[in-house]
């Protein structure tokens, strides 16, 4: 396990990251009302899975474990992905507005996560 400390940058995203898996703990509890459209209760307890899945590595990650680093992007990547199928079906526009907000989140958060210092090429002669 390779462990590192993180940049000011990383560190940036993994705060996002952690609000943003914390957000998602709670979904499998607030299922849509009844007789109204909403994700299946499976996406639900996923995005939930995923959330303490998220949080987790962003904690482990903060300590500078570079695996959890990758696990905490692959649930908040994962757990975005269970949102994007309400493009395609007829929903209020402000659940897809709420959708895309959550894709350019994490599409910032992941930039912001893995934004390591940067190396300077070697100088040959």
């Known amino acids: 396990m390779s462990t590192t400390s993180p940049t000011a940058k990383q560190k940036a995203g993994l705060v996002i990251a952690g609000l943003y898996s914390l957000t998602n703990i709670p979904s499998f509890l607030t ?39 990758r696990v905490a992007a692959g649930a908040i990547i994962v757990n975005t992905l269970t949102g994007l199928p309400a493009f395609f079906v007829d929903v209020p526009m402000a659940i897809k507005a709420l959708v895309g907000f959550s894709v350019v989140l994490t599409v910032v958060t992941v930039v912001l996560m893995f934004s390591g210092k940067r190396r300077l090429p070697a100088v040959t002669d």
């Open 31 to 69: 299922p849509a009302p009844e007789g109204e459209a909403g994700p299946p209760m499976a996406v639900l307890v996923l995005g939930s899975v995923l959330g303490v899945i998220g949080l987790v590595a962003v904690v482990l990650a903060w300590r500078g474990n570079q695996v959890a680093l």
